[in-house]
């Protein structure tokens, strides 16, 4: 039970029951499509950049409760921060959700209550889709991209 | 072969796991014993494995045919004059006879070996449908149908100018027969319809399709890949023109399944590969193709595979498809009744037909969060849109949580199930 403890936090539910910037954002200058063809999840990424800072984000879709709040708490991690800084982020995240050692990671800050995710290989897609497609968005690469 | 004649063991004599012991009334068929698999445990619980639509596990004779075949017999099949090759050809052919048997094919011309039903549709469509099918000609298939019975048409009506037609189906998940008769129109040229529903686990009247068709000319092709372990599968009383099925689902290994085919269509069509085997002479200038079946097994076939096949089809006809059947309705109305009476959860797929599968949501909670918790209890499920995505898109939904059952589980695994469901219910509602 422990694992499913760690995987199902509080925060978890928190931002999966009342999602953070969950709407589309019309003032937008990027945004991107992405699917988990195994499961069906589905979200946009919308972004606002300016001067290489994200000005805003917010995210639309559907998902499990893993992939709902990792886009949730994604969108709260990123509000004000510079490009530069989210390829380090994203790293770090994925780092964290797949690596076998429980190293903390004190700079992803509430982005951390997804580390039990490390746990549950099937999940690691739910947790990352959302990350995934924030990268299209500055990519603007127009072809919704896929987990697969 | 650890084989059981009788048809319902005293519970006594079911399996170590004293935790999957068959509640009062509730059979167990042939033996838990039988699949080495049911003893694993699973983070220290029993496994309690309803993922039986997805694949099934195998019994022991079937792993000891593929052990005994590599460790015996194992060559060339129709190439060599050494007693190996004999050996593996007599065992290989015997195993199409039982195929033959199994399903009431007239002859073992008409049992094409294949990788799975997947690849026998696929066969039909490229073979038998492509070169038939002119712009505007119509496949009429339903709206229930796994990706594979889907996809392969879609292909050949892209190859050819065809269009896909779809019989729809109603809101308990069963198949419309008015808008069959509808749809199935002058410039029909194949139905092509599942048995058995994998994704909600309604049975189609599929005898009914075949003589509407048939009654216009029609050719039709049943998917069987989830029906051949549920419900006893007879060409000829059926008529159908094809029949695809996997043997994985039927307790086989993966990698093996049958298309049957009536012979007069099958010595009509063009191969479907090139290679050795399926050939009688080749010069640069002209190539002669074998007789059937040969003419559509090209190259080294899955001999293990097929042979492994024969064997559990041996297994499920000691038992009697018809004693599995019974059983597993005895299962599915005991899961279907302890489930309706949770709250929050929505039973897809409520067909008066329905054989093996339990498909169902939870208000707020997403199947592969279900999943997730269903397995940290030892119980496999699949959670997803099982590869329907057409019928999860029918029900407004993403996907659905998915138990399926098969000759080995018990009521007690049923409760294992419901169990964890309230485990789900626990973590997500507090």
Redesign the interface.
Known sequence: MSDLRELYQEVIFDHYKTPRNCHVLDCANHQADGYNPLCGDQVTVYLKVENGVIEDLSFKGTGCAISTASASLMTEALKGKKIAEVEHLFEDFHQMVTAPDTTPHPELGKLEALAGVREFPARVKCATLAWHTLQAALKNQKKQISTE | MNMNANILRHPAAVGPTPELKPGPGAGVIGSRNDFPILQETIGGKPLVYLDNAATTQKPQCVLAAEVAYYSHTNANVHRGVHTLSQRATDDYEAARGKIQRFINAASHKEIIFVRGATEAINLVAQSFARPRLAPGDEILISAMEHHSNIVPWQMVCAQTGAILRVVSINDSGEFEFDSYARLLGPRTRLVAVTHLSNALGSIVPVERVIELAHGRGVPVLVDGAQAISHIGVDVRALDCDFYAFSGHKIYAPTGIGALYGKAALLGAMPPYQGGGDMIRSVTFEKTEYNELPYKFEAGTPNIAGAIGLGTALDYVSAIGITAIAAHERDLLEYATGLAAGIAGLTIVGTAREKASILSFTLD??????IG??LD?EGVAIR???HCA?PV?QRFGI??TARASFALYNTRAEVDALIAALAKVEE??R?
Do not use: E, K, V
């Open positions: 707020g909670i997403h199947p592969h969060d997730t918790i940290h959670a997803g849109h995505m999860m993403a996907g973590i997500f507090r």
